[in-house]
């Protein structure tokens, strides 16, 4: 199979997914936003089950933006709090259903309690082979296109590289999902229309699916619709159409 026909598959497989919603669901309950927040567990649980059975092999789900500390002190430490209480109260049964998890972030920002938490479930689902489950955490795309510099620029000061190394490929490698096929498809619930500094570099050539449903209340018949929508979508990557007729055939 050619590389523009393995690119046409019906099925995604990456799904990214920003999670937007939860602050106005318990808004709109006369709930404070947390209430929205814990609903929104639910919806990962149901969401990680259905790209399972629906074939797709990596989702990656925006759960704190880098941006996202800037919210009142209150919120963030219960944000926190509820990512232990769910890697406690989850990661067993991901990995009885053969998940991986991986964490990918500033996960330096986090506390220890945390990141110790995040090392253990990691460790614990690490040699799954089922749907790879990437959660970010402490995330912005701008920050992972400058690590990922720094860190070829060290490597450039150390003799271990020479600038002209530096190309797409090189810096895609050392970026939070490097080695990771960039998403097929991003999903965004909650209305807004915009990518929100997530994952800035891997969705260059993304499908892009936009829902009024809030976060809480996304369910199959949601996420069918953006596979449906994603599967009637001619996905050229440069080429002409007619190529990617071609190379069907």
């Not at 947390?34 to 990656?60: D, F, K, P, Q, W």
């Amino acid at each position: 199979m050619s590389d523009i026909a393995a690119n046409t598959a019906s099925v995604p497989v990456h799904v990214a997914v920003i999670m937007d919603g939860n602050g106005r669901w318990a808004r709109a309950r006369g709930k404070k936003r947390h209430a929205g927040h814990r609903a929104g567990v639910n919806s990962v649980r149901s969401t990680v089950e259905l790209a399972a059975e629906r074939g797709v092999s990596y989702l990656t789900l925006f759960a704190f933006s880098s941006e996202n500390w800037q919210r009142p002190k209150e919120e963030v430490s219960s944000l926190m709090s509820l990512f232990i209480e769910a890697l406690r109260r989850e990661v067993g049964e991901l990995h009885r259903n053969n998940v991986r998890l991986r964490f990918i972030g500033a996960r330096e920002q986090l506390s220890e309690r945390l990141m110790r938490r995040i090392a253990e479930a990691e460790q614990t689902t690490a040699k799954n082979t089922g749907l790879m489950l990437n959660v970010a955490v402490a995330y912005g795309g701008r920050w992972d296109i400058a690590n990922a510099a720094q860190v070829l620029a060290t490597r450039v000061v150390s003799g271990e590289i020479d600038a002209a190394d530096i190309n797409e490929e090189a810096l895609a490698a050392e970026m939070q999902l490097g080695g990771t096929p960039d998403p097929d498809l991003l999903i965004r619930t909650g209305g807004e229309q915009r990518i929100s500094n997530f994952l800035l570099w891997n969705l260059a050539y993304a499908e892009l699916w936009f829902t009024d449903v809030l976060w809480p209340e996304f369910d199959k018949a949601e996420f069918d619709k953006a596979l449906a929508c994603y599967a009637e979508k001619q996905r050229r990557f440069g080429h002409t159409g007619e190529q990617v007729e071609e190379a069907k055939c």
